[in-house]
């Protein structure tokens, strides 16, 4: 039995939650807030038996086999940094931090005393996201020239919201434009140039973001996010003899098309129970009975070449975080 605490209470440590009771041998056990109140009541709502009223209480708890970080974004280092320095073993919601310099502080942290670690990005541990490496690795569309995929939302989203706020790391790109990022990662590892333009709000985040990266191999990923207007959240891989289409949400598929020149296009469909995030947690359960330090399906150098990535295209659109330090 791998026995989990959450770290924060807030609407997606609720979802974890939830698909945690589809995760065969996994139990959750604890949970953390910045007060007593939100520890109990999410204790109460999620059949917990112990909340802590700090992240320290909750990282001493010696009985935790591993701990998921649900923060804002904004909080995610400190926030792992306590569970790390307490020798306890992490999935840390996306994106991992900020940026890469926090990033790579964590990594190196978690390696150099052995501790498990790993960023929450649920889409590379999706079973249709998995198939469709295996499609591409076994050449079922040819050589991949062309990444295609967009994640915007309506809004409006009132000035309070975290997604407009600078300190908490708002803006369309970490939030949601990491998804995007990730997929044209995930195909084509990093790019030899890099394009962005943003729509910048008032708060000075960005509302509407383009991307494009480009390789010496000639092939190009067309990436947008957004918080002004919903898009459809669907994508597309081209290659040289086909194209595999993902469904809107394409971060968690429930089914990819797959076109080939000659044959009719055959669908693929694999029946998504709850909301997702069961796949992540049954990767770590994975790599903890194994004795692994980071998984294979999110390695550390996934984590921060994406996380690179990510700074290069703020650095374009002028984001600019407040530093931590």
């Known amino acids: 039995m791998t026995r989990w605490g959450i770290l924060a209470t807030g609407n997606i440590a609720a979802r974890f939650a939830e698909d945690l009771t589809l995760v065969p041998d996994a139990e959750l056990v604890a949970v953390g807030s910045r007060t007593a109140e939100s520890a109990e009541l999410f204790a109460a709502k999620h059949g917990v038996a112990r909340a802590y009223g ?9 009985d935790l086999d591993v701990v998921y970080v649900a923060t804002p974004h904004s909080a995610h280092h400190e926030a792992t940094m306590t569970c790390l320095d307490a020798g306890r073993a992490v999935l840390v919601e996306k994106p991992f931090t900020l940026d890469l310099a926090d990033s790579t502080e964590l990594v ?13 990005m649920w889409m590379r541990c999706n079973p249709l996201i998995l198939r469709m490496v295996e499609l591409v690795a076994e050449g079922a569309i040819g050589t991949v020239t062309g990444v295609r995929a967009d994640f915007s939302m309506a809004g409006p989203f009132p000035p309070e919201s975290r997604l407009r706020a600078l300190a908490l790391g708002g803006g369309a790109l970490l939030d949601v434009g990491i998804y995007p990022v990730s997929l044209a990662h995930l195909l084509l590892g990093m790019p030899d140039h890099v394009r962005a333009w943003a729509k910048i709000s008032p708060e000075g985040v960005d509302e509407n973001t383009g991307i494009v990266l480009g390789y010496d191999s000639g092939a190009v990923a067309t990436l947008s996010c957004g918080l002004v207007g919903a898009s459809p959240v669907t994508a ?20 990819l098309t797959l076109h080939r020149a000659g044959h009719e296009p055959e669908t693929i469909h694999s029946e998504l129970v709850g909301n997702g995030y069961q796949y992540e947690a049954i990767e770590v359960q994975r790599c903890l009975a194994g004795g692994l330090s980071e998984s294979p399906l999110v390695p550390h150098a996934t984590t921060l070449e994406v996380m690179g990535l990510l700074d290069d295209v703020r650095a374009l659109i002028g984001v600019e975080y407040p530093a931590r330090r």
């Open 54 to 62: 700090s992240w320290a209480e909750l990282a001493a708890d010696a």
């Open 236 to 255: 597309s891989v081209v290659g040289t003899t086909g194209r595999i289409d993902l469904p809107s949400l394409f971060f968690r598929p429930d089914s």
């Open 108 to 120: 190196e942290t978690a390696r150099s005393r052995g501790v498990f670690l790993m960023e929450a």
